[in-house]
Structure formats: structure tokens, C-alpha cells
């Protein structure tokens, strides 16, 4: 039964959420315990992803999914590195992330992250003013194969990766997105995101 529903789901699936689904009695835990270690190996594998869990296709078979013609389509460097302070720092205000970037950051960059669905709302601060803070979502951690944001490459696989050259704060961004902060800003926010909002993405 567990194994039909998260099947059928379109989304990754809590715990409680595939128990509700189940008949009195039944151990959703277990079920998925169980599940996990039948699929071990296989075409499919399944993982978790936050507090959720989901089918995937094994990650050694991903090739097998790509098409040809492929359009790639780059964050900005602004969002970039919005994204990766939030993934690192989270639950962070605003105020942190434009005090970790050393420029304002625009509200369509954080506006456009959330429809991304890769950042979401969290709890406010007990502060003067009560900010609100961002955390990263399951969809970004599912999009990058990630359990929880606990998974993050640390400073030891940064190190190595030869990530930690420039922009210290928020070295995490090389990693998700590799490539994109040696290059200069190509969306005006290079002196301060005040602005009109930029282009989420670049088109290649």
C-alpha cells in the first residue's frame, strides 16, 4: 500500500501524511524501512527527502534521461548567491543576507526564489520588528539529491574543490551552482540590488 501511494503521489510524501492514507494499525516506518532496503541497488531507489519521501530513479542511471537538446538555463549571480546564503545560513533574515553579500538585495530576487519554489518563509525572529526569515525547501533539496540541508558539502570538500578563493561567506554557492562567482555581475546588482528586479535566470 505505501508502495502505490508514493507511487501515485506527484510529490515527495511525509510520513505522517502516507499514514494517514493507511488502514488503523498499519506501520507506515516500517513499511518505508522495508521498502528502502527491497529497492537497494535497483533501476529505482527510494529517498528521502527532508521529511518526506519519494521514488527516484538511481542516480547511477540518471543518464539514461537525457535528451539531446537540452536548454540551460543559469541562475543569476544575484539569486545564486541569495540562494546559497540562504541553503548555508538558513533560517537567516534579509538583513543577514545583504549584511553576508555586502549589497542590498532586491525583493524580486527573493520573490522569484520563492515561486521557484526553492525558498520559502520561515519563522520570524524574536527581535525588534520580528523579521522574517528564509529557509530552503524540500524542492531544493530534492533537486539537488540532498536529505537535509545538513548534507551540504562542507569546508573540507569546498577546500578541495578549490571553492574558497573568493567570497568566503558564502563559499556553499561554487558548489550548487560551480562556475557562476568568478563572473561579473551581469544583472546590475553588482553595486546593490535596488533596481528593477532581475531576470531570475540567464538564457544561454
Known amino acids: 500500500m505505501v508502495e502505490a501511494i508514493l507511487f501515485a503521489s506527484a ?31 535497483r533501476g529505482v531507489h527510494l529517498a ?21 537538446a537540452v536548454e540551460t538555463r543559469r541562475l543569476s549571480r544575484a539569486a545564486t548567491e541569495t540562494l546559497a546564503i540562504i541553503a548555508y545560513h538558513q533560517p537567516v533574515t534579509r538583513a543577514e543576507i545583504e549584511e553576508i553579500r555586502g549589497v542590498a538585495v532586491s525583493r524580486g530576487t527573493l520573490d522569484q526564489l520563492i515561486e521557484l519554489e526553492w525558498v520559502r518563509l520561515g519563522r520570524r525572529r524574536q527581535t525588534p ?3 522574517v526569515t528564509f529557509v530552503v525547501t524540500e524542492t531544493f533539496l530534492d533537486h539537488f539529491g540532498l536529505e537535509s540541508a545538513r548534507d551540504l558539502p562542507g569546508l573540507a570538500e569546498l577546500r578541495a574543490a578549490g571553492l574558497l578563493e573568493s567570497r568566503p561567506a558564502i563559499e556553499g554557492a561554487g558548489q550548487l551552482f560551480p562556475g557562476r562567482l568568478d563572473e561579473d555581475a551581469e544583472d546590475g546588482e553588482g553595486d546593490g540590488d535596488t533596481g528593477p528586479a532581475p531576470d531570475l535566470f540567464e538564457d544561454e
Open 48 to 68: 528521502r527527502v527532508g521529511d518526506a519521501w519519494a521514488f527516484r530513479t538511481a542516480a547511477d542511471l540518471a543518464f539514461l534521461m537525457q535528451e539531446e
Open 11 to 41: 510529490r515527495p510524501m511525509t510520513l505522517r501524511e502516507i499514514g494517514q492514507r493507511l488502514p488503523a494499525g498499519c506501520d507506515a516506518g516500517e513499511a518505508l524501512r522495508l521498502l528502502r532496503a527491497r529497492y537497494e541497488g
Open 129 to 131: 520588528g520580528r523579521p
